[in-house]
Every structure is written in structure tokens, then in C-alpha cells.
């Protein structure tokens, strides 16, 4: 059964930064591109970028230059480096397939930017 776990989250204040882990089960990520994705409260889930298979990455307008994606294939895991954070940056962050599958949406991390 394929499981993606994500951690990382946090409370954080303007301008601060965290970084978000993806472990998933299996060998789910390791010929697949990946995303991340985020759902504020109200709005609809969006994707922040996606990496491919081999590296290449592209990313949302409004985190282009603030955040990047990681893969490390060998530990099944995907990481999201998200830096100089504000609070539209608020909203729950998954990570899934790019692009996603339904039954791959994990809990999600919460990330709240706020001072």
C-alpha cells in the first residue's frame, strides 16, 4: 500500500523558513516526478512545484525564488526548503505525484507563517 508521510511543519514568523520532508512507502518516488502542493483555509489546493525523475524543477509564481525541491531516491523522500516565508504562505503542504493521484494524499503538514 503506498503511504506518503509528511513532516516539518511548524509555526514560524515573516520572513523564517522551514523545511518539509516527504517519506513514502515503497519505491513510489523513485521513477516518478514528484509535487508538492498546499490548501489554505477557504481556498482550493494548489500546487507550490514539482520535481521530475531527474531533477529538474519548476515552480508556482508566488514561491519561484523562496522555495526549493529536493529529492533523495534512495530514501524515498522529497523535501521542500521554503524560505523567507510570509503569511499567504499559510496552508496545509502535501506532497504526491506530479501530477497527483487520488489516493495518494497524506495527512499533510500544517505550516502557519504569523508573528
Known amino acids: 500500500q503506498v503511504q506518503l508521510v509528511e513532516s516539518g511543519g511548524g509555526l514560524v514568523q515573516p520572513g523564517g523558513s522551514l523545511r518539509l520532508s516527504c517519506a513514502a512507502s515503497g519505491s513510489i518516488i523513485r521513477p516518478l516526478a514528484m509535487g508538492w502542493y498546499r490548501q489554505a483555509p477557504g481556498k482550493q489546493r494548489e500546487r507550490v512545484g514539482f520535481?521530475?525523475?531527474?531533477?529538474?524543477?519548476d515552480y508556482a509564481d508566488t514561491v519561484k525564488g523562496r522555495f526549493t525541491i529536493s529529492r533523495d531516491n534512495a530514501k524515498n523522500s522529497v523535501y521542500l526548503q521554503m524560505n523567507s516565508l510570509n503569511p499567504e504562505d499559510t496552508a496545509v503542504y502535501y506532497c504526491?505525484?506530479?501530477?497527483?493521484?487520488?489516493?495518494?494524499w497524506g495527512q499533510g503538514t500544517q505550516v502557519t507563517v504569523s508573528s
Open positions: 520535481i521530475s525523475i531527474n531533477g529538474v524543477t
Open positions: 504526491n505525484r506530479a501530477p497527483p493521484i487520488n489516493g495518494y
